[in-house]
């Protein structure tokens, strides 16, 4: 079955860095665009970072934009996520989702668009 297992979060102080990775496993990791999107308590859920299956795209929410990079190394079956000058209010679980479909046709993914989630790795921005 289907598994993508996040790591890489902890405890980080303002612009600090993080790398987040997401291995999948259950299916063809180089046939499926992947995004990263986080959760903090109370909120809902924000798209955050998203790669077509070749790494030919990406896409960012402006919050996180020219501060996260998004990239996939399908040999290693690892998507990535790179949080660089980390704030405060990147504090959340952050969560890999699999895309149906070698692309996404709208960014944010419309829930249609992806079908699998990891558990979600936790990131805290704080002094």
């Known amino acids: 079955q289907v598994q993508l297992v996040e790591s890489g979060g902890g405890l980080a102080r303002p612009g600090g860095s993080l790398r987040l990775s997401c291995v999948g496993s259950?299916?063809?990791?180089?046939?499926?665009?992947m995004s990263w999107a986080r959760q903090a308590p109370g909120t809902g859920l924000e798209w955050v970072a998203g790669?077509?299956?070749?790494?030919?795209?990406?896409f960012y929410a402006g919050s996180v934009q020219g501060r996260f990079t998004v990239s996939r190394d399908n040999a290693k079956n690892t998507l990535y996520l790179q949080l660089n000058n980390l704030k405060p209010e990147d504090t959340a679980m952050y969560y890999c989702?699999?895309?149906?479909?070698?692309?996404?046709?709208?960014?944010?993914?419309?829930?249609?668009?992806?079908?699998?989630w990891g558990q979600g790795t936790q990131v805290t921005v704080s002094t």
């Open positions: 259950g299916f063809t990791f180089n046939n499926h665009a």
């Open positions: 790669i077509y299956a070749d790494g030919s795209e990406t």
């Open positions: 989702a699999k895309v149906t479909e070698v692309r996404t046709y709208y960014w944010p993914p419309r829930q249609y668009e992806y079908d699998s």
